[in-house]
C-alpha cells in the first residue's frame, strides 16, 4: 500500500525555520510528484511546493517562493520542505501527497495527487 508520512510541524515564532519531512513507502513509480499543500481553517487547500522526483524539477506557489526549499532524498524515499522566514499567514495543516505520473507542474495542483498522508501542524506565533 502507498503510504506517505508527513512529519516536522510544530509552534514557531515569526521568523523562524522548519524543515517538514514526508516519508514515502509502498510504490515504486518512476515519474512521480510530490506537492506538499496545507490547509489552514476556512481555508481551501493551497499547493504550495511540489518537485517531479524523475527530473527533480520543483515549483513553488508565490505564496511561499523564496522562503521554502523542496529537496528530495532518494535513497531514503523523503522529500523534505525546508521553511524559512516563516510568518503566522503559514500557520495551517500541512500534507504531503503523490501524483503516480507527474507532468510539468502538475504536482502542485491537489486535485492531480493520487494519495494522502495525513497532515502536521504547524503554527507560527506573532
Known amino acids: 500500500d502507498v503510504q506517505l508520512q508527513a512529519s516536522g510541524g510544530g509552534l514557531v515564532q515569526t521568523g523562524g525555520s522548519l524543515r517538514l519531512s514526508c516519508a514515502a513507502s509502498?510504490?515504486?513509480?518512476?515519474?512521480?510528484?510530490i506537492g506538499w499543500f496545507r490547509q489552514a481553517p476556512g481555508k481551501e487547500r493551497e499547493g504550495i511546493s511540489c518537485?517531479?522526483?524523475?527530473?527533480?524539477?520543483?515549483y513553488y506557489a508565490d505564496s511561499v517562493q523564496g522562503r521554502f526549499t523542496i529537496s528530495s532524498d532518494s535513497a531514503k524515499n523523503t522529500v523534505y520542505l525546508q521553511m524559512n522566514s516563516l510568518k503566522p499567514e503559514d500557520t495551517a495543516v500541512y500534507y504531503c501527497?503523490?501524483?503516480?505520473?507527474?507532468?510539468?507542474?502538475?504536482?502542485?495542483?491537489?486535485?492531480?495527487?493520487?494519495?494522502w498522508g495525513k497532515g502536521t501542524q504547524v503554527t507560527v506565533s506573532s
Open positions: 518537485i517531479s522526483v524523475g527530473d527533480g524539477s520543483t
Open positions: 509502498g510504490f515504486t513509480f518512476d515519474d512521480y510528484g
Open positions: 501527497a503523490v501524483e503516480v505520473i507527474a507532468t510539468t507542474g502538475s504536482c502542485i495542483y491537489y486535485s492531480n495527487m493520487d494519495y
